[in-house]
């Protein structure tokens, strides 16, 4: 199977652009969740997404929302960038089929660089 | 709030030898997963080992095995027969049976193979 594929692998934007990031998950997974790496805070967790429908979110703005297709596939939005949304973003998927927890995969992520 | 911690920054080890990378964590749930996760320089996060806290048995993968000590809430990895490939950064994750996909990783230790 394949993996977890992200893409754009690599991303320059300024302050104030917005941005849509795109994760299409292991084939058979419905559940993607999304987390932001950044040195001074470590992983954080974005959101997760099953049958496209938010689950959970994590503890961030308004400026960061994301969707699910029926096919699976994600994408994660960040409006109104700013300098600290720079980060590597990571996309995972899970064999989720109810309430239980199942191991992620992750994608090789993201790096999102604000200027 | 649920928390995992991982009280060493760096770790170094001798190649062939053992090495054991410790983690705590905080929880009121009795259903949950444990998962060590390794990151190496090219960042795709990769997984290593899992551990169900309903499982007394300690998991083992290879190489790999941990220690998990649910009263203690304590769950180190011992890479055992260390090889230059394990360098990288490892972060132990944890998730509740009840929260779907949301993990809640450490702080990472970094881990150096000296040849």
């Known amino acids: 199977k394949a993996g977890v594929t992200q893409t754009p692998r690599y991303l320059i934007k300024t302050r104030g652009q917005q941005v849509t990031l795109s994760c299409s998950p292991i084939?058979?997974?419905?559940?993607v969740s999304w987390y932001q790496q950044t040195p001074g805070q470590g992983l954080q967790f974005l959101f997760e997404?099953?049958?496209?429908?938010?689950?959970n979110k994590g503890n961030f703005p308004g400026r960061f929302s994301g969707r699910q297709f029926s096919n699976s596939r994600s994408e994660m939005n960040v409006s109104t960038l700013e300098l600290g949304d720079s980060a590597l973003y990571l996309c995972?998927?899970?064999?989720?089929?109810?309430?239980?927890?199942?191991?992620?995969?992750f994608g090789p992520g993201t790096r999102l660089t604000v200027l | 709030a649920q928390t995992v911690t991982q009280s060493q920054p760096e770790m170094s080890v001798q190649e062939a030898e053992t090495v054991t990378l410790s983690c705590t964590y905080d929880t009121s749930e009795s259903d949950y997963y444990l998962f060590w996760y390794k990151q190496p320089p090219s960042r795709q996060m990769i997984l290593v080992i899992r551990q169900e806290a309903y499982k007394q048995q300690n998991a083992t993968e290879n190489r790999f095995s941990v220690n998990f000590q649910k009263a203690a809430k304590s769950f180190s990895l011992k890479i055992s027969d260390s090889q230059l490939g394990d360098a990288a950064m490892y972060f132990c994750?944890?998730?509740?049976?009840?929260?779907?996909?949301?993990?809640?990783f450490g702080e990472g230790t970094q881990l150096t193979v000296n040849p």
């Open positions: 084939s058979g997974h419905r559940s």
């Open positions: 995972a998927s899970s064999a989720l089929t109810s309430g239980g927890a199942r191991e992620q995969f």
């Open positions: 997404y099953f049958s496209e429908t938010q689950r």
């Open positions: 994750a944890y998730v509740p049976e009840t929260s779907g996909s949301r993990l809640t």
